[in-house]
């Protein structure tokens, strides 16, 4: 770690092994004596965390609210047990040291001079466990495809308008006229049948066509809706990420 000062506000997270184990909360975090830095971490595991066992700091880094150290949670369960009353004794501490093979120096006071393992390569991961000489370059791809999803709905409706036909209907009528023939002796008999002088009425029936209207109800045609498919393209754009990795330090370029 570049500023170890951040491991004070540890209290609570959760600490997770190189094994990519979850190990239990940090409970407590100890001090070096000599140089004040964070050296130790007491973390609570087990049912309700009720087990308490001291994990080294050296070369811890965060991920987010968790903290990865460079033990497993084997080590951890299996670590001497330390009582957690504030202070750890050289004595303890030394046995701690040897437990999780982190390298440290017994000269006026026991402190930790590298990171667990005996130490790392010249070439290590600062963010995580150790995993080989390179370092791996992740980028995100675009995948589209399609799925249906409603757009609309159409319905066919029918409703009743109203609209003037005019048609042209042949009528006939009847007229009165006036025929006036003389009397000769073909109609001599039928036209001096009655009284020689009388008055009298003579009645015609007139007819005429008067112009009948009725409505039948006539079957046109069928409407119904069809549906068809209907291809073309569509253009997306999308935010993607990508790791780029470059060389940070004195590296000389040949």
Avoid at 221 to 234: D, M
Wanted: no cysteine; glycine share 10%.
């Amino acid at each position: 770690m570049n500023d170890m000062t951040e491991a004070y506000d540890w209290q609570g997270r959760t600490v997770v092994g190189s094994d990519g184990e979850k190990i239990g909360k940090v409970d407590e975090v100890y001090l070096d004596q000599n140089s004040g830095r964070p050296e130790w971490a007491t973390v609570k595991s087990g049912l309700f965390g009720s087990k308490s066992n001291f994990v080294p700091l050296a070369s811890a880094t965060t991920s987010g609210e968790d903290v990865s150290v460079q033990v497993t949670k084997d080590q951890v369960k299996d670590a001497p047990g330390v009582e957690a009353d504030g202070e750890l004794s050289q004595e303890e501490e030394k046995k701690l040291f040897e437990h999780y093979s982190v390298p440290y120096t017994d000269e006026g006071s026991v402190t930790a001079t590298g990171s667990p393992d005996g130490g790392r390569a010249a070439g290590h991961d600062t963010s995580g466990p150790d995993t080989d000489e390179a370092m791996t370059r992740s980028e995100e791809e675009l995948h589209l495809g399609t799925r249906s999803v409603e757009s609309g709905r159409v319905r066919l409706r029918k409703y009743v308008v109203t609209e003037m036909v005019t048609k042209t209907v042949p009528v006939q009528r009847e007229e009165v006229r006036i025929e006036r023939e003389p009397i000769t002796d073909a109609n001599r008999d039928a036209a001096t049948d009655g009284p020689e002088i009388s008055e009298e009425e003579h009645e015609v029936v007139l007819h005429e066509d008067q112009v009948v209207v009725d409505k039948d109800v006539v079957a046109k045609e069928r409407v119904k809706l069809g549906k068809e498919t209907v291809s073309g393209e569509q253009e997306v754009s999308e935010e993607i990420r990508k790791e780029q990795i470059e060389t940070d330090g004195g590296a000389s370029r040949r």
